[in-house]
């Protein structure tokens, strides 16, 4: 498993590997680093798939989002980019701000970071906006809800042992019924950490957990998300979104071993 500096080494959704972001309504505020307080208007908490368009080049990366009703929202893409979102809603208007940390592929600045506005429309289905960074280079997002959202959540749901697997490198991670997981990389770092219920009727759960590499102990944050078998997969997969708030993160998804 490759290492790149201040990134972690298992990283990147695919677009295959998706069946399915930016405020939500309710809950806590700073619940996560630098996440802010929940928002006030249409609720957009779910599990979204859908697109990033850069507008200059007209390239398409394919994308997942998990919005959380506490105010947490994470956006991940299958080119290995990562961005966390501080937005809240006004009517069924979305906006805040946004930064994004990439794996290798420059951002429109031409940075592997980047950080600017969001401003979004909200439906009870879909949220379509933009991102602005602050050299005034754009992004279109369009985001599809799933319909596991509203599947609900529990702690014991995603026990067992699960497996990320990209380019040869891996991750095992085992649940217990409490939420609490363990595991190791193919680096050899160890990981140690908690899921925690956000809501029991929405299928998002927060995350928090310490990755040991050589002596070295990065605490990360964030949010995952649990689709059993039947709902189009062959067998159940686990998302992970999370990062260290100082540019490492985690875009993996699991399957069920």
């Known amino acids: 498993m490759s290492v ?6 298992a990283v990147a959704i695919t677009g295959s590997s998706l069946l399915v972001g930016c405020g939500s309504g309710g809950g806590t505020c700073g619940s996560y680093g630098s996440y802010g307080c929940a928002p006030q208007g249409v609720d957009p908490s779910g599990i979204y798939q859908g697109t990033l368009i850069n507008t200059v080049s007209q390239q398409q990366v394919p994308v997942v989002a998990i919005i959380a009703e506490n105010g947490a929202a994470l956006v991940s893409g299958s080119d290995g980019t990562y961005y966390r979102l501080n937005a809240g809603t006004t009517s069924n208007q979305l906006s805040g701000s946004y930064i994004a940390y990439s794996q290798s592929i420059d951002f429109p600045n031409g940075t592997l970071q980047s950080a600017g506005t969001l401003a979004a429309t909200v439906t009870g289905t879909q949220i379509i906006g933009t ?3 602050s050299s005034g ?8 809800l799933n319909s596991a959202s509203n599947s609900g959540s529990a702690l014991a749901t995603p026990a067992g042992s699960w497996q990320y697997s990209n380019g040869g490198s891996t991750l095992n991670l085992t649940f217990a019924d409490d939420g609490s997981f363990s595991g190791t990389d193919s680096n050899g770092c ?7 219920l956000i809501s029991a009727q929405m299928d998002a759960y927060s995350e928090r957990y310490v990755r040991t590499c050589n002596g070295q102990n990065d605490t ?3 949010l995952a998300s649990y689709l059993p078998a039947g709902s189009g ?10 990062d260290d ?3 490492q993160f985690l875009s993996a998804t699991f399957s069920l071993l």
Do not use: C, E, H, I
């Open 220 to 222: 990360f944050s964030g």
């Open 137 to 144: 280079q754009m992004q279109q997002l369009t985001l599809n």
């Open 233 to 242: 997969l062959p067998t159940a997969q686990l998302w992970f979104l999370a």
């Open 4 to 9: 790149t500096r201040r990134l972690v080494p």
């Open 131 to 133: 991102f602005t960074d």
């Open 190 to 196: 160890t990981y140690a950490g908690n899921l925690g």
């Open 245 to 247: 708030d100082n540019g």
